[in-house]
């Protein structure tokens, strides 16, 4: 099982990005993915979960402003992010919570 997270890049305060996760190999459909981030300096947190029925799962800070989602027949899980602040910049993660796998990770940065 592999993960190809993408979709990260620079964006202004106040903007929007969309990130994705491809999920090669195994079942995607029976697995909760969840999102982290690690920031500079800092360790890695968890930001959000899909589990396999769709139900959703938020840190208290980023209800409201992000938004994952799957599409169970492109075996790949996203994170809408929206209303940015520079506190978002971090490399996101994906992971795979069946298969307990990483993706390699992408960098988003947010501009004040």
């Known amino acids: 099982v592999q993960l190809q997270a993408s979709g990260g890049g620079l964006v202004q305060t106040g903007g929007s990005l969309t990130l994705s996760c491809v999920v090669s190999?195994?079942?995607?459909?029976?697995?909760?993915m969840s999102w982290y981030r690690q920031a500079p300096g800092k360790q890695r947190e968890w930001v959000a979960q899909?589990?396999?029925?769709?139900?959703?799962f938020y840190t208290d800070s980023e209800k409201g402003r992000f938004t994952i989602s799957r599409d169970n027949a492109k075996n790949t899980v996203y994170l809408r992010m929206s209303s940015l602040k520079p506190e978002d910049t971090a490399v996101y993660y994906c992971k795979s919570l069946l298969y307990d796998i990483w993706g390699q990770g992408t960098l988003v940065t947010v501009s004040s």
């Open positions: 899909i589990t396999s029925d769709r139900s959703t």
């Open positions: 190999g195994g079942d995607f459909s029976i697995s909760a």
